[in-house]
């Protein structure tokens, strides 16, 4: 299997829509990003540690949509609910 394979395997097995999240290895060199855009997932993360509030967080990333934010937090949720279960 190539490691593109095991990136799409890894990323369906996050269980996140995939108009949400990409991960392909020529954006970012397969780093989890924002479908459609460059913005990491990460930075997503860093802001939410930093105290930031989501309203700074898109304007710091304009290319990013309110909904796909919203989206990804509610899955990384339901993902941490059926685990703690």
Not at 10 to 29: C, H, P, Q, T, W
């Amino acid at each position: 299997m190539t490691s593109g394979g095991r990136d799409q395997q890894r990323a369906a097995g996050y269980n996140l829509k995939m108009d949400i999240v990409e991960s392909k290895l020529e954006i970012l060199g397969g780093t989890p990003v924002f479908r459609g855009t460059r913005v990491p997932v990460q930075a997503l993360i860093d802001h939410i540690e930093a105290g930031d509030t989501l309203d700074t967080f898109l304007v710091d990333f304009p290319t990013v949509r309110r909904e796909q934010v919203i989206e990804f937090l509610k899955t990384a949720k339901d993902r941490l609910t059926v685990v703690t279960s």
